[in-house]
């Protein structure tokens, strides 16, 4: 028996593991894994449990949401709000999540732009005169890369126990597969897709020939988009109304970006002046020398700092020193950081970021520490 697919003599309880939708979700998923899309935008989205999973995609930077039925987009749209870890750790990549009430019958210019769009179980609910128009908002209008449209395959139907005439009251029709790749073979020609056919929910052992539960169609467009054929029939007119729109804290936005490298310079130079001062201690107590005299002229070997976790090699000529009351560590040293280094790029940009937010020596080269609050501190 398959191993997604459990049935008790047929006619009995049968249950698809992991459940039919969420086997559903789980192929836009690894889809997503393999294309890499960066705006995705699902039609008919109902209670944004697909987006909501496809939050946590770090590729995907616009995700948008359509549904005919505003109530039902409302119930838990405040899954897809940012988070206080959001804010904590911004993240590298942006993202921007909008929710548009309005019907996939009509266009409307918040729709263009996208890599990939997905109609998972939507279609069937379609009025024959909105199914008409279906073609030529999603494929001709929005004409995103990859579109990818599930229904159900009604030769599945007798196993499913209780269905007489179609899964659901709110089905307008259930085609079978034939009838599904005629009409997604013809939009496909129509607009120049590409479609392959793939299903999910397996048939029982021996009854294979039924097909997948759920048929999906997952289109390519054939040609890249010229921005002449991209901004041919922009209609000027908004038709649909946004209920529900969340930006969320990214490394992107330079005020996040500073508030992270400020942390992460502090955070480093506290960490060099401890062991810098724990050597300056061990050396003390090994010499048992006058420590102030000794603190004056005290330039580290770099040893002191060879066990620092994630730390690039560092010229000696980039160490740290004491002076006086002040621990003196160099930007380059914190710079050679792989963390701060990664968010900064270059050492300009390090030095802008943090001009004003850190206290540092006359000549700007080093951030100064005072000694005196590690001796309050213990
Ligand atoms: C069966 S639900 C599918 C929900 C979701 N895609 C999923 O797979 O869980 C179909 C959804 O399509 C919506 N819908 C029906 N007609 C629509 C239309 N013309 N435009 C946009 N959404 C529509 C319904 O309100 C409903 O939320
Ligand atoms: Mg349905």
Redesign the pocket.
């Known amino acids: 028996m398959d191993k997604n697919f459990q049935e008790e003599q047929f006619t009995g309880i049968m249950k698809f593991t992991p459940p039919l939708?969420k086997q559903?979700y789980q192929f836009i998923k690894d889809l997503v894994g393999k294309y890499k899309p960066k705006k995705v935008a699902?039609?008919?989205?109902?209670d944004c449990?697909?987006l909501w999973m496809l939050k946590f995609c770090s590729c995907i930077e616009v995700l948008a949401g359509?549904?005919?039925?505003a109530s039902?987009m409302k119930e838990k749209m405040h899954r897809l709000s940012p988070l206080p870890v959001d804010y904590l750790q911004p993240a590298e990549r942006s993202l921007t999540v909008t929710l548009h009430h309005g019907?996939?019958?009509h266009k409307d210019p918040c729709m263009l732009g996208f890599d990939l769009v997905t109609c998972?179980?939507?279609i069937e609910?379609?009025e024959e005169s909105?199914l008409k128009k279906f073609p030529e908002v999603v494929f001709g209008f929005m004409a995103p890369s990859i579109v990818v449209i599930s229904t159900p395959n009604s030769e599945f139907n007798p196993l499913l126990p209780g269905v007489t005439l179609f899964r659901h009251p709110d089905h307008k029709f259930e085609w079978n597969r034939a009838q599904f790749q005629s009409w997604a073979l013809e939009t496909a020609r129509c607009y120049d897709y590409s479609v392959e056919f793939t299903g999910v929910g397996h048939p029982p052992t021996g009854m294979e020939n039924v097909g997948f539960c759920t048929q999906i169609g997952v289109f390519v467009r054939k040609y890249p988009q010229t921005s002449e054929s991209a901004q041919s029939e922009k209609p000027t007119e908004a038709v649909y109304k946004t209920v529900f729109k969340a930006v969320y804290p990214s490394l992107k936005d330079e005020k996040y970006l500073q508030n992270a490298v400020v942390s992460e310079v502090i955070f480093r130079a506290q960490i060099i002046k401890r062991s810098l001062l724990d050597c300056l201690m061990s050396e003390h107590e090994e010499y048992n020398d006058d420590p102030t005299e000794r603190k004056s002229k005290f330039q580290p070997s770099m040893n002191c700092f060879s066990e620092d976790l994630g730390k690039l090699v560092v010229e000696k000529s980039m160490g740290p020193f004491v002076d006086g009351n002040m621990v003196y560590i160099p930007l380059k040293t914190i710079f050679s950081f792989p963390k701060v280094n990664r968010l900064c790029g270059t050492f300009e940009k390090l030095c802008k970021l943090i001009a004003g937010k850190v206290t540092l020596s006359s000549d700007g080269s080093a951030v100064m520490l005072n000694t005196e609050h590690e001796n309050e501190e213990n």
């Open positions: 939708y559903r699902d039609l008919g989205c109902a449990t697909l359509l549904d005919i039925c039902v019907s996939v019958a998972i179980e939507l609910h379609l909105e």
